[in-house]
């Protein structure tokens, strides 16, 4: 299959931790224009691949097919079903070329030359993705921890055990400083190809942030554009407000000062702060947990454990496989939003 070689047509990768800004950034790539617009993740390396297996297998294809082809995904593509199922089935061998098909196919009936890919877990398959789509470039949004563990603990779609409920914001710190680092590490795979955007960044110095970005992807992001022909969230009442006050002087940034108690906020920034200040955030510990209580401790060692075992099982377990599944199906009957 034809790759794009001008960096300018390069796909864009969004991703980041959960509740870090990825859906922002990536609808505020749609609103710059130049993109095609598509409203779902297609989930090819976190759920297709685990679940069906290696797509160079025709019989691989044909079952992911039957399933995907009944997913909000592809409802929510535009493309028609035989069409694309004809072309997954007679030329697709990698997730890569999955979405340089989909996905191409989506921007050409568009009318446009270029598309960005979103879902936040990515962050777990850059090396795979980089390989199998050598030109692709990595957009990774990071924020601060404590904030993003707050919005975790308030959606509570992260486990734990009961005896640890009084230790909420540390395990959605633990899943923070896990995810944030896997995309980091992984992202020195792309070398050139990837860059790190701080949420704060964005919202509080959009012109600045979009300009530094706009280089990177070769891509004109024009911030007065974004908010004339806004798309997704980027259109919502709150997101609007949101942006136009962080430009006019008030700040997203922050809010763990009013949310977090002074307790879980010293107590978090004894376990996380090394990340926190290496993403350049302000704290008042060193952050090499030594202070900190050995429970808390306990929590830096053993939840991470436990997120790292459950997405190697899924990648490599038939029970892995059937959880894939079930998610999928799931997303054929269900019309929600992307989360992120």
């Given at each position: 299959?034809?790759?794009?070689?001008?960096?300018?047509?390069?796909?864009?990768?969004?991703?980041?931790?959960?509740?870090?800004?990825?859906?922002?950034?990536?609808?505020?790539?749609?609103?710059?224009?130049?993109?095609?617009?598509?409203?779902?993740?297609?989930?090819?390396?976190?759920?297709?691949?685990?679940?069906?297996?290696?797509?160079?297998?025709?019989?691989?294809?044909?079952?992911?097919?039957?399933?995907?082809?009944?997913?909000?995904?592809?409802?929510?593509?535009?493309?028609?079903?035989?069409?694309?199922?004809?072309?997954?089935?007679?030329?697709?061998?990698?997730?890569?070329?999955?979405?340089?098909?989909?996905?191409?196919?989506?921007?050409?009936?568009?009318?446009?030359?270029?598309?960005?890919?979103?879902?936040?877990?990515?962050?777990?398959?850059?090396?795979?993705?980089?390989?199998?789509?050598?030109?692709?470039?990595?957009?990774?949004?990071?924020?601060?921890?404590?904030?993003?563990?707050?919005?975790?603990?308030?959606?509570?779609?992260?486990?734990?055990?009961?005896?640890?409920?009084?230790?909420?914001?540390?395990?959605?710190?633990?899943?923070?400083?896990?995810?944030?680092?896997?995309?980091?590490?992984?992202?020195?795979?792309?070398?050139?190809?990837?860059?790190?955007v701080r949420f704060e960044d964005l919202v509080v110095h959009p012109h600045e942030t979009?300009?530094?970005?706009?280089?990177?992807?070769?891509?004109?992001?024009?911030?007065?554009?974004?908010?004339?022909?806004?798309?997704?969230?980027?259109?919502?009442?709150?997101?609007?407000?949101?942006?136009?006050?962080?430009?006019?002087?008030?700040?997203?940034?922050?809010?763990?000062?009013?949310?977090?108690?002074?307790?879980?906020?010293?107590?978090?920034?004894?376990?996380?702060?090394?990340?926190?200040?290496?993403?350049?955030?302000?704290?008042?510990?060193?952050?090499?947990?030594?202070?900190?209580?050995?429970?808390?401790?306990?929590?830096?060692v053993l939840y991470p454990l436990y997120f790292e075992t459950k997405l190697q099982l899924?990648?490599?377990?038939?029970?892995?496989?059937?959880?894939?599944?079930?998610?999928?199906?799931?997303?054929?009957?269900q019309s929600g939003q992307r989360v992120a």
């Amino acid at each position: 299959m034809t790759q794009a070689t001008d960096r300018s047509k390069a796909p864009v990768f969004v991703l980041g931790c959960h509740r870090s800004g990825t859906n922002l950034l990536y609808d505020m790539l749609m609103s710059a224009g130049g993109f095609a617009k598509y409203s779902d993740a297609l989930g090819v390396h976190p759920t297709l691949i685990p679940r069906f297996g290696d797509l160079s297998s025709l019989s691989h294809r044909r079952k992911l097919m039957e399933v995907w082809l009944r997913s909000k995904a592809f409802q929510r593509s535009g493309l028609e079903a035989e069409q694309i199922k004809s072309q997954i089935l007679e030329r697709c061998n990698s997730g890569g070329e999955f979405y340089r098909i989909v996905m191409g196919e989506i921007a050409r009936r568009q009318g446009v030359e270029r598309w960005a890919a979103y879902d936040p877990d990515n962050a777990f398959h850059i090396p795979s993705i980089h390989e199998e789509i050598p030109e692709a470039l990595f957009v990774h949004i990071v924020r601060d921890g404590r904030d993003v563990a707050f919005g975790l603990s308030k959606k509570n779609w992260i486990p734990y055990l009961p005896w640890d409920s009084g230790r909420r914001i540390l395990i959605m710190g633990a899943f923070w400083q896990w995810m944030v680092t896997k995309g980091r590490v992984n992202g020195q795979r792309a070398a050139a190809n990837y860059m790190e955007v701080r949420f704060e960044d964005l919202v509080v110095h959009p012109h600045e942030t979009l300009a530094q970005l706009g280089s990177f992807l070769e891509q004109d992001l024009n911030y007065e554009r974004i908010l004339q022909s806004p798309v997704g969230v980027v259109a919502r009442p709150n997101s609007s407000h949101e942006l136009e006050s962080a430009a006019g002087g008030f700040s997203p940034a922050q809010r763990w000062k009013q949310q977090l108690s002074p307790q879980d906020a010293a107590s978090f920034e004894a376990l996380y702060g090394g990340l926190l200040k290496d993403l350049g955030y302000e704290t008042a510990s060193n952050g090499d947990g030594s202070a900190a209580p050995i429970f808390d401790r306990l929590v830096n060692v053993l939840y991470p454990l436990y997120f790292e075992t459950k997405l190697q099982l899924k990648s490599r377990t038939p029970l892995g496989r059937f959880a894939s599944l079930v998610h999928l199906e799931i997303q054929g009957t269900q019309s929600g939003q992307r989360v992120a």
